[in-house]
Nanobody, 127 residues
Framework: QVQVAESGGGLVQAGGSLRLSCAAS????????MGWFRQAPGKDREFVTAITWGGGSTYYADSVKGRFTISGDNAKKTVALQMSSLKPEDTAVYYC????????????????????WGQGTQVTVSS
C-alpha cells in the first residue's frame, strides 16, 4: 500500500510564488509516475502536471505551462511543484497522486491511472 501526503499550501498575492511538496510512503517501489491535480470551488478536478520516473518525462496543462515546474526525487518518490506568476484562477485545492502504471502523458492527464491520492492542500491567490 502507498500513502501520499502534500504540504506547502497557503495564501499568496497574485504574481507571487508558492512551492508545494508531496511525499509517498509505503510500497514506493511500485510507483511509476506522480502528478498534481487541482479542484476549484464548483468545478471538476483537473490535471496540472505529472512526472514519470522511468525517463523523467514531465507533462503540463496548458494553463500552467511556463509558470509551474514539477521536479522530483526518484529514489525517495517525492515531488515538488514550484508555482510562479500565480493568478487568482489558480486558487484551488491541490492534490498529489501516485500511479503504479507505465503510461505516457496523454493518459497521465486523466485521474484513472492514479491509485493513490493525498488529502489535498489549499492554495489561495488573492487579487
Amino acid at each position: 500500500q502507498v500513502q501520499v501526503a502534500e504540504s506547502g499550501g497557503g495564501l499568496v498575492q497574485a504574481g507571487g510564488s508558492l512551492r508545494l511538496s508531496c511525499a509517498a510512503s509505503g510500497s514506493i517501489f511500485s510507483i511509476k509516475a506522480m502528478g498534481w491535480f487541482r479542484q476549484a470551488p464548483g468545478k471538476d478536478r483537473e490535471f496540472v502536471t505529472a512526472i514519470t520516473w522511468g525517463g523523467g518525462s514531465t507533462y503540463y496543462a496548458d494553463s500552467v505551462k511556463g509558470r509551474f515546474t514539477i521536479s522530483g526525487d526518484n529514489a525517495k518518490k517525492t515531488v515538488a511543484l514550484q508555482m510562479s506568476s500565480l493568478k487568482p484562477e489558480d486558487t484551488a485545492v491541490y492534490y498529489c497522486a501516485a500511479s503504479p502504471r507505465f503510461l505516457d502523458g496523454s493518459y497521465l492527464q486523466k485521474e484513472w491511472p492514479y491509485d493513490y491520492w493525498g488529502q489535498g492542500t489549499q492554495v489561495t491567490v488573492s487579487s
